[in-house]
Structure formats: C-alpha cells, structure tokens
Nanobody, 126 residues
Framework: QVQLVESGGGLVQAGGSLRLSCAASGRTFRRGDMGWFRQAPGKEREFVAAISWSGGRIYYADSAKGRFTISRDNAKNTVYLQMNSLKPEDTAVYYC???????????????????WGQGTQVTVSS
C-alpha cells in the first residue's frame, strides 16, 4: 500500500504564500507520478498541478500558471506545491495524489491516480 500525507495548509491573506508538502511512503511506491488537486465547498474536485516521476512532465491548471510551482525530491519521496499570490478563490481542501506509469497528459486526470492523501485545508482571506 501507498500512504500520502499532506502538510503545509493554513490560513493566509490574499497575496500571501503557502508551501504544501506531500510525503509518500509504502513498500510498493517507487517512481511514482504525483499530482495536486483541490476541492472547494460545493464544487467538484479539480486539477491543480502534476509532475512525473522524472520531473520531465509538468502540468498546471490555467488557474495555477504563473503563481504555483510543483516540484519533487525523489530521495525523500516528497512532492511540493509552492503557492504564491494566493487569492480567495484558491480556498479549498488540497489533495495529493500518486500512482505509477501515468501516460502523457493523463497526469491531469483524477481518475489516473489510485492513491490519495487525506487533504489539507487552504484558506485565503480577502
């Protein structure tokens, strides 16, 4: 089994920054592709950013481009989401997801991932 644990969420004022982390563990987790999704109250879960195991493929939602940066440290099995210039509309529960051998742009699809974290709340006040 694969376990994902997110951290770094919190309350921040508009224009501020947060850095989310997601640590993966488990005997079967190797070379996993990882992504971030979010879900606001009353809305469906949506894609935010994703990165392949090698880092060679990186995707961002339009809402994240220019403000968020996804990165990973494979030695630590950890993926990060640096979020700058936060807006109230970024308020949501942010989920980390992981799986192996996700092809091409399927990295942006929630159904491509079998493993999910418990989520971390991000609240941006105006």
């Amino acid at each position: 089994q694969v376990q994902l644990v997110e951290s770094g969420g919190g309350l921040v004022q508009a224009g501020g920054s947060l850095r989310l982390s997601c640590a993966a563990s488990g005997r079967t987790f190797r070379r996993g592709d990882m992504g971030w999704f979010r879900q606001a109250p009353g809305k469906e879960r949506e894609f935010v950013a994703a990165i392949s195991w090698s880092g060679g493929r990186i995707y961002y939602a339009d809402s994240a481009k220019g403000r968020f940066t996804i990165s990973r440290d494979n030695a630590k099995n950890t993926v990060y989401l640096q979020m700058n210039s936060l807006k109230p509309e970024d308020t949501a529960v942010y989920y980390c997801a992981a799986d192996h051998d996700i092809l091409f742009e399927s990295l942006i699809l929630a159904e491509s991932y079998d493993y999910w974290g418990q989520g971390t709340q991000v609240t941006v006040s105006s």
